[in-house]
């Protein structure tokens, strides 16, 4: 009595069942019959918890307690709780989570999805013995496919990647997922004191409630509120894995682009505030004509309506700059087209799937995707107009060196004419007379047509072709640096895609489709985010950190000739960023040397044609 003083709850009922190990039969004989009705008010908390998700608690002695003011997104992280120090030493700790885990998919389903599911989820079924139940409840929770219908057809094409298996855990994650099963929980249970029979009955409650329950929220979410549609949403409009609709908002942001360029010219400045704001409804028309206008869009749209409707262009805060009139007009609009970023606005219980942690990271993902994207669509660009140019130069030399031709046979032909109809003379009087004496280089070298142009001789005609065959070839090496430029961002975006984002992305659909509760199913997505952030980005907090410990190791070893090594979690990008800026560096000093060709021959025209004036 005296030990028990001023104890409640799970402490007191530990005090109990310590006295019970004392050795003495009568004592343990009394002592469990004492703890069994003293836990009986803990016992109804328990059945009131996870048979209809309240918390009949008035002492404040369960060990499932709630915080006040929570809001309905954070009600699975944040709102319920398990206080270690209340729970019972006879109870092992892996129950009073599953019943914590049974209760909050209760209030879950109750507050975040339809009251009709959380009154549907309670048994009702007094006559069912519990192996009855527990089929019972694997019957009724058998999932329909709920697959969107691009997912499934992918999935199906990859049926042989990496088949899942229960043992399977995620590949990069430290600890691994929990194994899709449903008695993960109850395997890891103690065996527990075999007299306390009223324990073994609660466990078996916990896990017939625990096989529905838990698993009814899982299925809610997936085929009712679509959660898998909004996931695949992300991944095409987001994430910009849908060619089609990536392909409609750079021709979009290209024709904005240049309709501001051409209207700069014939209006003033207004204001840089101005400009981002008349740039914002052609942005918000652009996304959605491209999600409408996609397959994907179509297609999803179709069976989720309200998909298209959640997507929602966000734009940061307008900045602020000195900039002048000329410079701004055009550069505010192309600022916004680089700035936005594509989210969806999603309500409980999707949002406390996509948290603001989530979506954040998938904004991020999505700024590396534009912007990269626009890289790709610039140099493609600019290497098909430096083409079309190309071949438009090339044709217009053709023509006109087979117009000289032709003017020169017909000028041959007019000349053997009149020879055949003049008087016949000696043949070298004639050829003495055909020759014309090769002037001096210089202001006088040239001939006077009939026309009164001035046409220049040989060595004039022999520069001016030089001149055009390096500027021909420099103009193919910039078409091939800029070709070298576009493989490599194409290979940037393949691994990205083809290599990252979709094989991710089908490992995650299939693991949540064998997800038995709303933790398993919140692991596994928030899995699939950190991997995705970690091989779309270089470095993260540790690899940084770890990276500049080594180059300072280096640094102060560097003398006695240590090899250095440098800490990269992802060499494949590494590699390609260093290809992007070696051809960046070569197209740059190919496009100098292209723009002071001019310059440097009319500086050599004016030395030249200083020296001949100097010399006449």
Known sequence: AEEAKGLKGGPLLSTI???????????????????KRAAEPVTDMIHAWIDHGELRDPADEFFVTQRSHCAVEDLWDKRYF?????????????????????????????????????EAADFRFPSLSAPARVSFAVEQSKRRTCLPPTV????????????????????????????????????????????LAWVNELREKVRVSSATKNKRVVTCLLEKHQLLFYLEGIRKFILLEDGE??????????????????????????????????????????????????????????????????????????????????????????QRWNEFYLDFKLGPPLSCVCTPGVMGAFHKMFCLQWKLRRAAHAVTSAWLQGRSLYRLQQALQQRKEKRVRENRQAANSGQGNSARQGPSTPRGISRRRSRTPTPARGSAALRREEDGRDQPFLWEKLREKEEQEQQSIAQQRCLGLLNEVAQALSHLQVYLVEDLLNPTWRRMMRLLMACNDFDELLAVHQQCVETLSDGMFLYDAETLQSQLQAQQNASTVGAAGGPSTSACSNPIIMALIQELLFLVSQVTATAVRVMLAPLEFGRDAHHRSFRQARCS
């Open 82 to 118: 398990v206080n270690v120090d209340r729970i019972p030493v006879f109870f092992p700790p892996s129950l009073a989570s599953e019943i914590l885990r049974v209760g909050k998919s209760l209030n879950f389903m109750r507050l975040c999805m339809d009251p009709a599911e959380a």
């Open 17 to 35: 069942y310590a006295h019970s190990l004392r050795g003495d039969p009568e004592l343990r004989v009394l002592m469990l019959h004492i703890l």
């Open 152 to 195: 499934e057809s992918e999935l199906a094409r990859h049926c042989d990647e990496n088949a899942l298996r229960k043992e399977e855990t995620w590949r990069g994650a430290e600890g691994g997922l929990p194994r899709s099963d449903g008695e993960k929980t109850f395997a890891a249970f103690a065996k527990g004191d075999a007299e």
């Open 245 to 334: 609709f990536t392909r409609s908002l750079l021709e979009a942001a290209e024709s904005h682009e240049e309709q501001r360029r051409s209207q700069s010219a014939e209006r003033e400045f207004q204001g840089l505030c101005a400009e981002g704001i008349a740039a914002q409804p052609a942005i918000l028309a652009a996304v959605d004509a491209a999600a409408r206008g996609s397959g994907a869009g179509a297609a999803l749209s179709e069976i989720c309506p309200a998909l298209l409707h959640a997507l929602r262009v966000r734009f940061p805060p307008a900045p602020v700059s000195g900039a002048t009139a000329g410079e701004a007009v055009g550069s505010v609009s192309a």
